[in-house]
């Protein structure tokens, strides 16, 4: 059973700094990696989707990388601002390809301090 | 751009009630899921769907039922609610690529 283990639980820091979130997954046999960023009373919203066959994904300020054989993913927030703060989330397929849905952390809740 | 739409947004029920809850794509999506999120618990698949005519039970399918009659649409039945379905669900759609696309939730109370 896919487990999926996101550090730090939450984070405060100063604008302007850059942050590392951190995931990782007990099952190393996925097709792809998700970001997504929740806002409060809001839906998720995908931020980076990272295929096996990819080391890593950038989107402006965002970066993830993917280490299959370590079981770990990484998100990079460079120049972090205001607007960044919301709770940041990892989801890795329950089997494979993820037809059968993806298991996900509890996520990082990010405070960018202005 | 519609995306992912949930209706309704809030409601509340007694015990014992029950209710569905509509998703609708107009992406042309395969694949559909309902999740049910509570604090402490994060995200949980309730129940998914393959295709149009198909479901199968996810992590938590105990006082659920689902239907998929049309490809762009996904029902999610509660038959008699109970408290411990007062949850926030979300349902997603993908296509073969694996993006996730949300739905921006359906507050549920039961009291």
């Known amino acids: 059973k896919q487990e999926v283990t996101q550090i730090p639980a939450a984070l405060s820091v100063p604008e302007g700094e850059n942050l590392v979130l951190n995931c990782s997954f007990t099952d190393s046999a996925i097709y792809n990696l998700q970001w997504f960023r929740q806002d409060p009373g809001k839906g998720l919203t995908s931020l980076l989707l990272?295929?096996?066959?990819?080391r890593e994904q950038t989107s402006g300020r965002l970066n993830a990388s993917l280490d299959k054989s370590s079981g770990r993913s990484t998100l990079y927030i460079a120049a972090s601002q205001p607007g960044d703060s919301a709770t940041y989330l990892c989801?890795?397929?329950?089997?494979?390809?993820?037809?059968?849905?993806?298991?996900f952390g509890k996520g990082t809740h990010l405070i960018i301090q202005p | 751009n519609a995306g992912v739409t949930q209706t309704p947004k809030f409601r509340v029920l007694k015990t014992g009630q029950s209710m569905t809850l509509l998703c609708a794509q107009d992406?042309?999506?395969?694949?559909m899921y309902w999740y049910r999120q509570d604090p402490g618990m994060g995200l949980r698949l309730i129940h998914y769907s393959v295709g149009e005519g198909t479901t199968a039970k996810g992590e938590v399918p105990d006082g659920y039922n689902v239907s998929r009659l049309k490809k762009q649409n996904f029902l999610l039945g509660l038959e008699s609610a109970a408290p411990s379905q007062t949850s926030v669900y979300f349902c997603a759609s993908t296509h073969y690529t694996g993006e996730l696309f949300f739905g921006e939730g359906s507050r549920l109370t039961v009291l």
């Open positions: 989801a890795a397929p329950y089997s494979g390809g993820g037809a059968d849905g993806l298991t």
């Open positions: 992406m042309n999506h395969e694949y």
């Open positions: 990272i295929q096996s066959s990819q």
